[in-house]
């Protein structure tokens, strides 16, 4: 099973890289983990949010390869445990296809990616900064994958 991370827009503060090239290198080597970018649509004052929401959505979507899992983050999507994850990456694995994780720009995740997505996973109710989930997504990959190896990262 490989696994990417397919993440609207780029530019980042130096802590969020750190942070997220840290967890990055821990995981395992077999999943040939990988970030693709997209960039943030053009937003103006007098244009709907909406349309750039769509237009990065496209380009998201181009970048998904058929046959691989799609796991959307999205505020609305279903929360996990730690563990759950663990058991989530386990079954996904099991099926034998590739993960794609993809986290949307500051306006959310486009209608056509959610409704592509095999599964929404909301990471809190909490709004989280776009850096800060990034790198919650990858701190929790890891650990999901600490859990299912029995690995002492992870402490319940």
Aim: with cysteine.
């Amino acid at each position: 099973m490989h696994i990417r991370l397919i993440v609207v827009g780029d530019r980042q503060p130096s802590w969020v890289s750190d942070a997220f090239d840290s967890y990055v290198q821990r995981l395992p080597r077999q999943w040939k983990f990988r970030l693709d970018t997209v960039a943030t649509g053009h937003r103006s004052k007098s244009a709907d949010p909406l349309g750039a929401v769509e237009a990065e959505g496209q380009k998201v979507l181009g970048k998904v390869k058929a046959g691989e899992q799609l796991v959307v983050l999205d505020e609305r999507g279903t929360e996990l445990s730690s563990v759950e994850l663990a058991g989530e990456l386990s079954v996904w694995q099991a099926a034998g296809s590739d993960l794609c994780f993809v986290i949307g720009g500051p306006d959310g995740v486009s209608k056509s990616c959610i409704e592509r997505a095999d599964f929404r996973w909301s990471l809190s109710k909490l709004t989280l900064p776009h850096g800060l989930a990034r790198v919650l997504c990858v701190e929790q990959l890891y650990r999901a994958w600490t859990v299912s190896t029995a690995h002492p990262y992870h402490r319940a």
